[in-house]
C-alpha cells in the first residue's frame, strides 16, 4: 500500500470554508488524502511523519488564470524596463529609470555582441514612464544604423525599432498601415502599435518574445511559478496548437518532471491571419482535449477584442482618453468576432476574450448575450479578461450571463500613477479593475499577472488588489480594495474555476492534486502592504517537491 506522508505545518489555510485551517496535510501519492490534526491523521493507514513543513505556511498552490509561456524566452534578449526584475534562476535585473539609461543599456548590449549584423533585440520598454522623451529611431539609430534593433514594449502590445528595420521592412510614408505612428510630416517614427502594424517586422524576432514557445521557454516559466507558489500556469495563448508538431513540442516538455501543471489556450483571434476556419479550429481543439493529461491541458481558446490602455490602444467609451487621445485600435471587427465566439461555444469550449477597454468589454457582453439566446450552454464560464474598466453596469451585466472576470490587478501598481495621470484620469483610475464591486455583483474572479507584461507573483497581485497602491504611495480607488482572504481565494479557486479546474485544484481538500505553495509567512497575518514581500520556499505539485531558485531575504537584526 502506498504511504500516507503526513506534513505539519505551523498553519495550513485551505480555501476551503468547510475547514479553513488545519495543523496537518495527509497525502497520498498525487492527492491529497486528509486535513487535520497530527494526531489524527497520524492514525491513517501506513501513516507516515514527515516535518520538512513543520515551520512553514502552506496554501493551496496558486493558479496564474493569465500567463505567457513566452515569458520564459523574455530573459534571451536585453531587459530594459523601469523596475528592476528577478529572472526565473534567481538573477535579479535592475531596471533603467530614463530612456537615457535606456539607451546606454542598448550600447553596452551592441559592443558586446560579436556578429555585426545580428540585430539587437531587447524588451521591457514602456514610454509612459517617460512624458516628454520618445524613444524612436531617430533615438535608436544613436545606438547603430547598421545593425537591426527592435525593442519590445513590455505590454507586447508596441515595438519600437531603428532606421534600419524600417528601411529593410519597406516602412515610410506611403506605408498605409494602421499602428504604424507617423511624425507631423508623415514620416514613421518607429513605433509599431499592434498586432498588424507588429507583423511588418516580425521575422526579426521570430522564435523570441512574448509569443513565442519552446521547451527552454517553458521550463524557464515553470521554474518562476516554483519561486512565487504558482503550481498552475498558463499559456494565454498559444499560436502552435493547430500543427501536430506543435502540440507534439509542449507534450514533450511538460512530461512528468516538470514542476507546474499547464493550460494552453489556443490563440483564435486577434493576433493576425487564422490557420483553419473557426469551424475547424473548434473541432481541432475538442481532439486536443482528449490529449489532455493532470498536468497539461488543451482545449480551451482566447480571443482578443483591443489593445492597452497605458499604450492608448484600448477601445473606451466616452468620456474617452483623459487628454482627448484619439480611442484605440480594434484586434479585430465585430463581425469576425461574432463569427469566432459562436464558432468555439457551440463546440463547447471554454473561452477568454481579452478587454482592456469598457467598449472592448461592452461587445464582449453584447456577443455573449446574442449567442447565448441563440445557443444556451450552462457553466460556460466564457471570462472577460483583463477587465480594467469594466463598469459597475457592465458587472451587473456579466454576472446575468454567468460571464466571469480576470481582472488585472497588477497595473494597479504597475501603471496606476499614469493612469491617473495621463491615461483615465483620477476618477476614472479609482474605478480601474474593480474586484470590489465585481464580488459585490456576484462575478467570479481571478487576478493575474500577464507575465512578462508584469512579473509573475501572486502574493504581490494579492498585495496590490488589497492596498491598491501606486508606485508613488497614492490609493488609486480605496472603495475597491478587497479583503486579504479574497484576494486569496482569487489566485487560488477563482483562477482554478474559471479554468475550469475547480474540482482539482484551488484549494487543500481530500480527492484534489496535492499542489501546494510552501511559504515563508501566513498572508492573512502580516500587514497588507507586507504580503508581495513573503518568501516562496518552493512548491509541491502532485504531491513532489520543488525548490524555490529565489535566495531568502536577509533580515535586519532585531538586537
Known sequence: MEPTIVYPARMIRT????????????????RIRALGTVNELMAYPDAVRDDRYADAVLVPGFVESHSHAGSGN???????????????????????????DVLARLMEADRELQDPGAPLLAWGLDPIYFPGKTLSAKELDTVSTTRPILVAHTSGHA????????D????????????????????????????????????????RGIMAVNPAALRALAQDGVNTGTTTLTDLGSQVLMDDDGVDLYHSAVDDDFPARLNVFHFGLGVGKVALSFEDAAKRLVHLRGL???KLRFGNVKLMLDGTVQGFTARLQEPGYYGGQPNGIWAVNPEEYYEAFEAFHR???????????????????????????????????????HSQLTTSAQYRRLAALGACANIFANHIWAWGDQHIDLTVGPDRAARMNAAATALRHGVPISLHSD???????????????????????????????ISAQNALEAVT????????????????????????????????????????????YGTVVGGRHHASNVSAPVRASSR
Open 15 to 30: 480555501m476551503d470554508p468547510s475547514r479553513p485551517t488545519a495543523e496537518a496535510i495527509a497525502v497520498r501519492g498525487e
Open 74 to 100: 523574455m530573459w534571451n534578449d536585453i531587459y530594459v524596463g523601469l523596475v528592476d526584475r528577478t529572472d526565473p534562476d534567481g538573477k535579479r535585473w535592475s531596471g533603467c529609470r530614463t530612456i537615457e
Open 159 to 166: 515595438n519600437s525599432v531603428n532606421s534600419m528595420v524600417l
Open 168 to 207: 529593410a521592412n519597406g516602412i515610410d510614408a506611403s506605408t498605409n498601415v494602421i499602428g504604424v505612428v507617423k511624425d507631423a510630416s508623415g514620416r514613421p517614427t518607429g513605433e509599431l502599435q499592434e498586432m498588424v502594424a507588429m507583423a511588418l517586422v516580425a521575422p526579426l524576432a521570430e522564435g
Open 292 to 294: 489532455s493529461n493532470s
Open 347 to 385: 463546440a463547447g469550449i471554454l473561452i477568454h476574450v481579452h478587454c482592456n477597454g469598457d467598449q472592448a468589454t461592452q461587445l464582449f457582453i453584447e456577443t455573449l448575450e446574442a449567442i447565448l439566446a441563440e445557443y444556451p450552454r450552462p457553466d460556460h464560464r466564457h471570462t472577460c479578461t
Open 451 to 481: 507575465t512578462p507584461v508584469t512579473p509573475l507573483g501572486p502574493l504581490r497581485t494579492v498585495k496590490h488588489a488589497a492596498t491598491r497602491l501606486t508606485v508613488s504611495g497614492r490609493v488609486m480607488g480605496e472603495q475597491e480594495r
Open 493 to 536: 479557486l477563482g483562477g482554478a474555476y474559471m479554468l475550469k479546474m475547480d474540482h482539482e485544484i484551488g484549494s487543500l481538500q481530500a480527492g484534489k492534486f496535492a499542489d501546494i505553495a510552501v511559504l515563508a509567512e501566513d498572508p492573512l497575518e502580516v500587514p497588507d502592504t507586507l504580503i508581495g514581500d513573503i518568501h516562496v
